[in-house]
Protein backbone atom coordinates (compact mmCIF):
# COMPACT_ATOMS: atom_id res chain seq x y z
CA UNK A 1 0.00 0.00 0.00
CA UNK A 2 1.32 3.01 -0.48
CA UNK A 3 2.05 4.53 3.04
CA UNK A 4 2.87 2.60 7.70
CA UNK A 5 0.68 0.61 8.40
CA UNK A 6 1.28 1.16 11.02
CA UNK A 7 1.75 2.03 10.32
CA UNK A 8 3.97 5.01 9.63
CA UNK A 9 5.27 3.02 6.50
CA UNK A 10 1.44 3.04 4.52
CA UNK A 11 1.31 6.30 6.83
CA UNK A 12 4.14 7.72 5.33
CA UNK A 13 6.67 5.01 4.06
CA UNK A 14 9.69 7.59 3.99
CA UNK A 15 12.02 8.85 5.63
CA UNK A 16 11.26 12.31 6.72
CA UNK A 17 13.59 13.11 4.31
CA UNK A 18 12.81 11.93 1.16
CA UNK A 19 15.99 10.11 -0.46
CA UNK A 20 17.22 11.07 -4.17
CA UNK A 21 16.45 8.19 -6.15
CA UNK A 22 19.61 8.43 -8.09
CA UNK A 23 22.11 7.02 -5.72
CA UNK A 24 22.21 3.63 -3.74
CA UNK A 25 23.08 4.96 -0.63
CA UNK A 26 19.48 6.67 -0.24
CA UNK A 27 17.79 3.47 -0.76
CA UNK A 28 19.81 2.09 2.27
CA UNK A 29 18.93 4.96 3.98
CA UNK A 30 15.27 4.25 3.01
CA UNK A 31 15.37 1.09 4.47
CA UNK A 32 17.12 2.15 7.66
CA UNK A 33 14.54 4.40 8.36
CA UNK A 34 11.61 1.65 7.30
CA UNK A 35 13.79 -0.17 10.02
CA UNK A 36 14.51 2.07 12.75
CA UNK A 37 11.49 4.42 12.86
CA UNK A 38 8.34 3.16 10.89
CA UNK A 39 8.54 -0.74 11.53
CA UNK A 40 10.05 -1.70 15.17
CA UNK A 41 6.90 -0.91 17.07
CA UNK A 42 4.65 -2.83 14.45
CA UNK A 43 6.93 -5.58 13.18
CA UNK A 44 10.27 -6.56 14.80
CA UNK A 45 10.38 -8.64 12.05
CA UNK A 46 9.93 -5.93 9.04
CA UNK A 47 12.31 -4.04 11.59
CA UNK A 48 15.44 -6.52 11.22
CA UNK A 49 15.04 -7.65 7.40
CA UNK A 50 15.15 -3.51 6.63
CA UNK A 51 17.78 -2.90 8.90
CA UNK A 52 19.34 -6.19 6.98
CA UNK A 53 18.87 -4.91 3.62
CA UNK A 54 20.41 -0.92 4.34
CA UNK A 55 23.65 -2.51 5.42
CA UNK A 56 23.26 -5.08 2.78
CA UNK A 57 25.24 -3.23 -0.34
CA UNK A 58 24.73 -6.57 -2.93
CA UNK A 59 21.03 -6.54 -1.93
CA UNK A 60 20.86 -2.73 -2.01
CA UNK A 61 22.63 -2.92 -5.51
CA UNK A 62 20.27 -5.14 -7.23
CA UNK A 63 17.12 -3.16 -5.69
CA UNK A 64 18.41 -0.42 -7.63
CA UNK A 65 18.05 -2.03 -10.29
CA UNK A 66 14.33 -1.18 -10.48
CA UNK A 67 12.07 2.00 -11.16
CA UNK A 68 11.68 4.11 -8.00
CA UNK A 69 8.67 3.37 -7.18
CA UNK A 70 9.65 -0.61 -7.17
CA UNK A 71 12.14 -0.16 -4.08
CA UNK A 72 9.65 0.70 -1.59
CA UNK A 73 10.64 -1.35 1.79
CA UNK A 74 7.16 -2.72 1.87
CA UNK A 75 6.75 -4.36 -1.51
CA UNK A 76 9.73 -6.22 -1.61
CA UNK A 77 9.26 -7.74 1.94
CA UNK A 78 5.62 -8.62 1.15
CA UNK A 79 6.76 -10.08 -2.38
CA UNK A 80 8.97 -12.24 -0.07
CA UNK A 81 6.79 -13.07 2.37
CA UNK A 82 3.96 -13.69 -0.62
CA UNK A 83 6.74 -16.47 -1.85
CA UNK A 84 6.92 -18.11 1.99
CA UNK A 85 9.26 -16.56 3.25
CA UNK A 86 9.18 -16.69 7.47
CA UNK A 87 9.84 -14.88 9.96
CA UNK A 88 13.71 -15.20 10.80
CA UNK A 89 16.71 -13.40 11.14
CA UNK A 90 18.31 -11.03 8.29
CA UNK A 91 20.94 -14.16 7.58
CA UNK A 92 17.72 -16.70 6.62
CA UNK A 93 15.63 -13.81 5.08
CA UNK A 94 19.05 -13.32 2.68
CA UNK A 95 19.21 -16.88 1.76
CA UNK A 96 15.59 -16.63 0.96
CA UNK A 97 16.21 -13.86 -1.19
CA UNK A 98 19.19 -15.60 -2.92
CA UNK A 99 17.28 -18.28 -3.68
CA UNK A 100 14.38 -16.70 -5.31
CA UNK A 101 15.43 -13.60 -6.60
CA UNK A 102 13.63 -13.93 -9.59
CA UNK A 103 10.93 -14.79 -8.71
CA UNK A 104 10.83 -11.97 -6.21
CA UNK A 105 11.63 -9.37 -8.42
CA UNK A 106 8.31 -10.54 -10.90
CA UNK A 107 6.45 -9.88 -8.23
CA UNK A 108 8.07 -6.70 -7.11
CA UNK A 109 7.50 -5.49 -10.91
CA UNK A 110 3.95 -6.93 -11.72
CA UNK A 111 2.85 -5.82 -8.31
CA UNK A 112 2.10 -2.92 -6.31
CA UNK A 113 1.37 -2.37 -2.48
CA UNK A 114 -2.48 -2.34 -2.33
CA UNK A 115 -3.00 -3.06 0.89
CA UNK A 116 -6.79 -3.35 2.01
CA UNK A 117 -7.80 -2.48 5.50
CA UNK A 118 -11.94 -2.77 6.52
CA UNK A 119 -10.41 -1.05 9.92
CA UNK A 120 -10.33 2.20 8.42
CA UNK A 121 -14.10 1.90 8.32
CA UNK A 122 -13.95 2.66 11.93
CA UNK A 123 -12.61 6.20 11.55
CA UNK A 124 -14.80 7.03 8.86
CA UNK A 125 -18.14 5.85 10.49
CA UNK A 126 -18.77 8.95 12.72
CA UNK A 127 -18.47 10.68 9.40
CA UNK A 128 -20.58 8.66 7.24
CA UNK A 129 -23.37 8.56 10.30
CA UNK A 130 -23.01 12.67 10.78
CA UNK A 131 -23.68 13.05 6.62
CA UNK A 132 -26.28 10.52 6.41
CA UNK A 133 -28.76 11.60 9.55
CA UNK A 134 -27.69 15.77 7.83
CA UNK A 135 -29.23 14.59 5.02
CA UNK A 136 -32.16 12.15 5.67
CA UNK A 137 -31.61 9.82 3.42
CA UNK A 138 -29.31 6.26 2.73
CA UNK A 139 -25.27 6.84 1.37
CA UNK A 140 -24.27 6.02 -1.80
CA UNK A 141 -20.37 5.14 -1.39
CA UNK A 142 -17.81 5.77 -4.16
CA UNK A 143 -14.39 4.79 -2.66
CA UNK A 144 -11.49 6.20 -5.75
CA UNK A 145 -8.46 3.36 -4.89
CA UNK A 146 -10.40 0.96 -3.62
CA UNK A 147 -8.46 -1.80 -3.76
CA UNK A 148 -10.42 -5.31 -3.17
CA UNK A 149 -13.16 -2.68 -1.93
CA UNK A 150 -13.12 -3.91 2.18
CA UNK A 151 -13.58 -0.49 3.07
CA UNK A 152 -17.03 -0.18 1.13
CA UNK A 153 -18.74 -1.98 3.49
CA UNK A 154 -18.86 0.31 6.58
CA UNK A 155 -22.61 -1.12 7.21
CA UNK A 156 -21.97 -4.57 7.23
CA UNK A 157 -18.93 -4.65 9.77
CA UNK A 158 -19.31 -4.25 13.76
CA UNK A 159 -17.70 -1.67 16.02
CA UNK A 160 -15.83 -0.97 19.57
CA UNK A 161 -15.51 2.51 20.35
CA UNK A 162 -13.17 2.64 23.24
CA UNK A 163 -13.15 6.07 24.77
CA UNK A 164 -10.34 7.30 26.12
CA UNK A 165 -11.31 11.58 27.32
CA UNK A 166 -9.42 14.66 25.62
CA UNK A 167 -6.15 14.74 24.19
CA UNK A 168 -4.16 12.02 22.30
CA UNK A 169 -5.86 8.42 21.88
CA UNK A 170 -3.94 5.71 23.99
CA UNK A 171 -4.43 2.82 21.44
CA UNK A 172 -3.42 0.07 23.94
CA UNK A 173 -6.44 1.08 26.59
CA UNK A 174 -7.99 -1.92 27.88
CA UNK A 175 -8.06 -1.57 31.01
CA UNK A 176 -11.13 -2.63 32.77
CA UNK A 177 -12.61 0.86 32.86
CA UNK A 178 -12.27 0.75 29.26
CA UNK A 179 -15.45 -1.04 29.69
CA UNK A 180 -17.53 1.93 30.72
CA UNK A 181 -16.02 3.57 27.98
CA UNK A 182 -16.69 1.43 25.11
CA UNK A 183 -19.92 2.11 22.81
CA UNK A 184 -20.90 -1.12 20.87
CA UNK A 185 -22.48 -1.16 17.21
CA UNK A 186 -24.03 -3.89 15.26
CA UNK A 187 -24.97 -4.57 11.42
CA UNK A 188 -28.42 -4.38 11.06
CA UNK A 189 -29.74 -8.10 11.72
CA UNK A 190 -26.31 -9.86 11.40
CA UNK A 191 -25.60 -12.82 14.25
CA UNK A 192 -22.59 -12.46 16.17
CA UNK A 193 -19.62 -13.61 14.98
CA UNK A 194 -20.77 -13.39 11.34
CA UNK A 195 -19.12 -9.98 11.33
CA UNK A 196 -15.49 -8.60 11.60
CA UNK A 197 -15.94 -6.49 14.61
CA UNK A 198 -13.35 -3.15 14.00
CA UNK A 199 -11.62 -1.48 17.37
CA UNK A 200 -11.13 1.86 17.54
CA UNK A 201 -9.93 4.13 20.39
CA UNK A 202 -11.09 7.42 20.19
CA UNK A 203 -10.64 11.19 22.01
CA UNK A 204 -11.61 14.41 21.19
CA UNK A 205 -15.74 14.57 20.88
CA UNK A 206 -15.79 11.90 18.40
CA UNK A 207 -19.95 12.15 17.01
CA UNK A 208 -20.30 8.26 17.48
CA UNK A 209 -23.67 7.88 16.38
CA UNK A 210 -26.49 5.46 17.75
CA UNK A 211 -26.55 3.33 15.39
CA UNK A 212 -24.86 2.54 11.94
CA UNK A 213 -26.40 4.17 8.60
CA UNK A 214 -27.57 2.58 6.02
CA UNK A 215 -25.69 2.31 2.65
CA UNK A 216 -28.29 2.18 -0.57
CA UNK A 217 -25.51 1.43 -3.17
CA UNK A 218 -21.52 1.13 -3.15
CA UNK A 219 -18.94 1.17 -5.82
CA UNK A 220 -15.40 1.70 -6.30
CA UNK A 221 -12.63 2.55 -8.76
CA UNK A 222 -8.97 1.00 -8.90
CA UNK A 223 -6.12 1.05 -11.20
CA UNK A 224 -5.92 -2.79 -10.63
CA UNK A 225 -8.88 -3.97 -8.52
CA UNK A 226 -7.89 -6.81 -6.48
CA UNK A 227 -10.32 -9.97 -6.53
CA UNK A 228 -11.49 -11.15 -2.95
CA UNK A 229 -12.02 -14.34 -5.26
CA UNK A 230 -9.38 -14.73 -6.77
CA UNK A 231 -6.95 -16.54 -4.80
CA UNK A 232 -3.52 -14.75 -6.16
CA UNK A 233 -5.09 -11.22 -5.01
CA UNK A 234 -6.37 -12.18 -1.63
CA UNK A 235 -2.86 -14.05 -1.21
CA UNK A 236 -1.18 -10.79 -2.08
CA UNK A 237 -4.05 -8.99 0.18
CA UNK A 238 -2.61 -11.50 3.08
CA UNK A 239 1.22 -11.23 2.34
CA UNK A 240 0.55 -6.85 2.23
CA UNK A 241 0.01 -7.52 6.25
CA UNK A 242 2.83 -7.06 8.33
CA UNK A 243 4.31 -10.15 10.05
CA UNK A 244 3.46 -10.21 13.56
CA UNK A 245 -0.03 -8.39 12.90
CA UNK A 246 -2.27 -11.04 13.25
CA UNK A 247 -5.20 -10.00 14.29
CA UNK A 248 -5.27 -8.00 11.17
CA UNK A 249 -4.72 -10.75 8.90
CA UNK A 250 -7.65 -12.45 11.13
CA UNK A 251 -9.82 -9.67 10.20
CA UNK A 252 -8.95 -9.51 6.59
CA UNK A 253 -9.77 -12.96 6.14
CA UNK A 254 -13.50 -12.57 8.02
CA UNK A 255 -13.85 -8.95 5.48
CA UNK A 256 -13.20 -10.90 2.27
CA UNK A 257 -15.35 -14.32 3.55
CA UNK A 258 -18.10 -11.71 4.17
CA UNK A 259 -17.07 -9.83 0.87
CA UNK A 260 -16.94 -12.95 -1.34
CA UNK A 261 -20.80 -13.55 -0.59
CA UNK A 262 -21.68 -10.10 -2.44
CA UNK A 263 -18.81 -8.47 -3.97
CA UNK A 264 -18.44 -4.79 -4.23
CA UNK A 265 -19.31 -2.93 -7.91
CA UNK A 266 -15.38 -2.49 -8.99
CA UNK A 267 -14.24 0.10 -11.94
CA UNK A 268 -10.64 -0.76 -13.57
CA UNK A 269 -9.08 2.76 -14.08
CA UNK A 270 -7.66 6.19 -12.84
CA UNK A 271 -9.69 7.89 -10.61
CA UNK A 272 -9.38 10.93 -12.33
CA UNK A 273 -10.77 9.29 -15.50
CA UNK A 274 -13.46 7.46 -13.85
CA UNK A 275 -15.36 9.46 -10.79
CA UNK A 276 -17.57 11.19 -12.48
CA UNK A 277 -19.01 8.77 -14.69
CA UNK A 278 -19.25 6.50 -12.24
CA UNK A 279 -20.65 8.87 -9.75
CA UNK A 280 -23.74 9.05 -12.70
CA UNK A 281 -24.98 5.58 -12.16
CA UNK A 282 -25.07 6.11 -8.00
CA UNK A 283 -28.92 6.32 -6.95
CA UNK A 284 -30.56 9.81 -6.85
CA UNK A 285 -32.21 9.29 -3.75
CA UNK A 286 -29.40 8.25 -1.64
CA UNK A 287 -26.71 10.71 -0.53
CA UNK A 288 -23.40 10.40 -2.36
CA UNK A 289 -20.25 10.28 -0.62
CA UNK A 290 -16.56 9.88 -2.34
CA UNK A 291 -13.83 8.71 0.12
CA UNK A 292 -10.42 7.46 -0.30
CA UNK A 293 -7.81 6.41 1.99
CA UNK A 294 -3.92 5.71 1.93
CA UNK A 295 -4.47 6.51 -1.69
CA UNK A 296 -3.26 10.46 -2.93
CA UNK A 297 0.12 9.33 -2.34
CA UNK A 298 0.27 7.62 -5.18
CA UNK A 299 -0.89 10.28 -7.72
CA UNK A 300 1.66 13.19 -8.31
CA UNK A 301 0.79 17.05 -7.11
CA UNK A 302 -0.94 17.32 -10.53
CA UNK A 303 -3.09 14.21 -10.05
CA UNK A 304 -4.06 15.22 -6.86
CA UNK A 305 -5.21 19.19 -7.92
CA UNK A 306 -7.46 17.22 -10.51
CA UNK A 307 -8.75 15.37 -8.10
CA UNK A 308 -10.02 17.92 -6.07
CA UNK A 309 -11.20 19.98 -8.48
CA UNK A 310 -13.63 17.29 -10.26
CA UNK A 311 -15.02 16.28 -6.31
CA UNK A 312 -16.05 20.36 -5.99
CA UNK A 313 -17.33 20.37 -9.40
CA UNK A 314 -19.09 17.10 -8.65
CA UNK A 315 -20.34 18.51 -5.64
CA UNK A 316 -21.89 21.77 -6.67
CA UNK A 317 -23.14 20.24 -9.94
CA UNK A 318 -24.59 16.66 -8.66
CA UNK A 319 -24.13 17.06 -5.21
CA UNK A 320 -21.71 15.01 -2.89
CA UNK A 321 -19.65 14.79 0.05
CA UNK A 322 -16.44 14.09 0.24
CA UNK A 323 -14.01 12.11 3.07
CA UNK A 324 -10.39 12.31 2.32
CA UNK A 325 -8.16 9.97 4.57
CA UNK A 326 -4.59 10.25 3.98
CA UNK A 327 -1.29 9.92 5.44
CA UNK A 328 1.94 11.79 3.76
CA UNK A 329 2.78 8.85 1.28
CA UNK A 330 4.06 5.09 0.96
CA UNK A 331 5.65 5.78 -1.95
CA UNK A 332 8.47 8.37 -1.92
CA UNK A 333 7.04 11.78 -3.98
CA UNK A 334 9.37 12.24 -6.49
CA UNK A 335 7.97 16.16 -7.07
CA UNK A 336 8.78 16.90 -3.71
CA UNK A 337 4.84 17.60 -2.86
CA UNK A 338 2.89 16.94 0.62
CA UNK A 339 0.28 14.59 0.17
CA UNK A 340 -1.59 16.65 3.28
CA UNK A 341 -1.37 20.57 2.94
CA UNK A 342 -3.67 20.82 5.59
CA UNK A 343 -1.36 19.75 8.26
CA UNK A 344 2.43 19.86 9.12
CA UNK A 345 4.11 16.00 8.94
CA UNK A 346 5.30 16.30 12.47
CA UNK A 347 1.84 16.88 14.04
CA UNK A 348 0.45 13.57 11.83
CA UNK A 349 3.91 11.40 13.21
CA UNK A 350 2.52 8.11 10.94
CA UNK A 351 -1.36 8.89 11.67
CA UNK A 352 -3.60 10.17 8.91
CA UNK A 353 -5.83 13.24 8.38
CA UNK A 354 -9.57 12.78 7.97
CA UNK A 355 -10.59 15.48 5.94
CA UNK A 356 -14.38 15.81 5.82
CA UNK A 357 -15.45 18.36 2.37
CA UNK A 358 -11.85 19.58 2.65
CA UNK A 359 -12.02 20.24 6.37
CA UNK A 360 -9.57 18.76 9.23
CA UNK A 361 -12.04 16.71 10.77
CA UNK A 362 -10.06 14.15 12.77
CA UNK A 363 -6.37 12.84 12.83
CA UNK A 364 -6.56 8.56 13.02
CA UNK A 365 -4.99 5.35 12.90
CA UNK A 366 -3.40 4.29 9.73
CA UNK A 367 -5.09 0.80 10.00
CA UNK A 368 -8.38 2.89 11.83
CA UNK A 369 -7.02 2.15 15.56
CA UNK A 370 -7.52 5.19 16.71
CA UNK A 371 -9.55 8.66 16.03
CA UNK A 372 -8.82 11.84 17.54
CA UNK A 373 -11.75 14.44 17.01
CA UNK A 374 -10.43 17.88 16.35
C1 LIG B 1 -2.87 1.47 -0.28
S1 LIG B 1 -4.17 0.98 -1.25
C2 LIG B 1 -5.53 1.51 -0.24
C3 LIG B 1 -6.77 0.72 -0.50
C4 LIG B 1 -7.99 1.16 0.28
N1 LIG B 1 -8.29 2.56 0.00
C5 LIG B 1 -7.85 0.96 1.76
O1 LIG B 1 -7.81 1.97 2.48
O2 LIG B 1 -7.80 -0.16 2.23
C6 LIG B 1 -4.17 2.21 -2.55
C7 LIG B 1 -4.95 1.80 -3.76
O3 LIG B 1 -5.07 2.93 -4.62
C8 LIG B 1 -4.99 2.47 -5.95
N2 LIG B 1 -4.63 3.60 -6.84
C9 LIG B 1 -3.48 4.27 -6.85
N3 LIG B 1 -3.51 5.24 -7.78
C10 LIG B 1 -4.72 5.19 -8.37
C11 LIG B 1 -5.36 5.93 -9.40
N4 LIG B 1 -4.73 6.94 -10.02
N5 LIG B 1 -6.62 5.60 -9.75
C12 LIG B 1 -7.24 4.57 -9.14
N6 LIG B 1 -6.69 3.83 -8.15
C13 LIG B 1 -5.45 4.13 -7.75
C14 LIG B 1 -3.95 1.37 -5.89
O4 LIG B 1 -4.06 0.50 -7.00
C15 LIG B 1 -4.30 0.70 -4.56
O5 LIG B 1 -5.19 -0.37 -4.74
Known sequence: MSPAEPAAAEASGKPSAVPDPATASDTAQWYRHFGTVDAPGSSPCYAAWSVGIAGDAEVIRRIDQWPHTKRQPLLILAAARFLGAQISPYRDFRRFLDHHWDAVAEIVLSRSTQTNEAGR?????????????????????????ASAGLALFP?????EFVGTGAG???????????????????????????????????SGPVPLPAEIPRVAWR????????????????????ALVWPEQEFRLERLRQAIAMARERPPLLVAGDLNE?????????????????????????LDAGGRSRFRRTVADLAAERGCHWLSNEGH?????ADGSSVVPEMDDARLRG????????????????????????
Do not use: K
Open 121 to 145: CATLLPSLAQIAAAESRPLALIEVG
Open 329 to 333: TVVVQ
Open 219 to 238: AGIDLNPLDVRDPDDVAWLE
Open 168 to 202: APEESAADSAAEARTTRLVPDGAQPGTFPVLRCVT
Open 274 to 298: QLVELAGRAPADAALVVFHSAVMAY
Open 351 to 374: RFLLLQDGQPAAITGPHGQSLEWL
Open 155 to 159: DRYGY
